[in-house]
């Protein structure tokens, strides 16, 4: 059975979404006002006067782009998501270090593995382009042994960092830096095997050797490496889309193919965030990627 959904965060404490349109969003991370463009807020924003309270402000001009912080805005600070908590640092490509429409996902992936852990399983859950370790908290924290993998030095820094922020510095989780295709193609050597697998691909980046990574060229080659890494009564596979053009349909087609030899359920839909009602917002839905996931029954 294949259901075509959308998953919403809400706001918390730490993290709202308070406005969006014209081609931004503003959002709230702790004390700070942030202000940063995304193409799909197609529609007008509620109040203008909120936005000029902002703390941080992203813009791209014709040859750079660059924050426009104020002077009381420090260059990281802490909040709390989802229950975990993160060390927002807001990077010269507009990013903040978390992406908060994870958050369903996440508790999605905890609740697989508290299920199976409950049963006596031991899960062990690969992580590719890991980023700052949200879904690698989750699963962590669930009672699973997590291989987190990133191309970016800085990336695995900074997801130790909210590790030991997390208070889950000493669970069990390998932090790997290396390029998600070479790193599968020797645990396939090794014979290795993963009861989870998690991965959120960039549309283009560069490993940690400055391998090239196309999602149009290199996508459909390392999902086939990846179903020679899954174990042979998989909990889950989780596959995420930010930015790359493709429909969540495309991305239900695809985890129906891979999954086709285990018997389970596929979801797959929008991430989106909800304009909180504390701020101008009129709840909306800002759509923020798309994503495929199965799960054992």
Request: include cysteine.
């Amino acid at each position: 059975m294949t259901q075509i959904i959308t998953l919403i965060t809400e706001g918390e404490k730490d993290y709202e979404l308070l406005d969006s349109g014209s081609g931004e969003k503003l959002e709230r991370y702790g004390d700070f006002l942030l202000a940063r463009p995304d193409p799909q807020a197609l529609w007008g924003k509620q109040d203008e006067t909120q936005w000029s309270r902002s703390d941080g402000v992203f813009t791209r001009g014709s040859t750079s782009a660059s924050w426009k912080m104020s002077p009381n805005v420090p260059a990281s600070w802490q909040i709390q998501l989802g229950g975990f908590n993160f060390i927002i640092s807001p990077t010269a490509f507009k990013h903040t270090g978390v992406f908060p429409e994870q958050v369903s996902n996440w508790k999605w992936v905890a609740e697989n593995i508290l299920h199976a852990v409950d049963k006596g399983k031991k899960v062990s859950v690969l992580n590719l382009f890991g980023y700052t370790g949200g879904a690698t908290l989750a699963c962590a924290k669930a009672g699973a042994e997590v291989t987190h993998v990133d191309g970016s030095k800085s990336a695995i820094a900074w997801a130790k960092e909210n590790a030991r922020a997390s208070g889950l510095e000493e669970k069990p989780i390998r932090f790997i830096l290396d390029d998600a295709r070479k790193f599968v193609a020797r645990e396939i050597k090794r014979g290795k095997k993963y009861d989870g697998i998690i991965m959120d691909p960039p549309a283009f980046g560069h490993g940690a050797k400055k391998e090239l990574w196309k999602i149009e060229e290199h996508l459909q080659e390392l999902l086939s490496m990846c179903r020679q890494v899954l174990s042979e009564d998989p909990l889950f596979f989780l596959l995420n889309g930010y930015a790359s053009g493709y429909s969540a349909i495309a991305y239900r087609n695809i985890l129906q193919d891979l999954m086709k030899d285990y018997v389970g359920n596929i979801e797959a839909g929008e991430l989106t965030i909800r304009e909180s009602k504390n701020g101008a917002g009129s709840g909306r839905l800002l759509p923020c990627g798309i994503f495929a996931r199965f799960h054992k029954k």
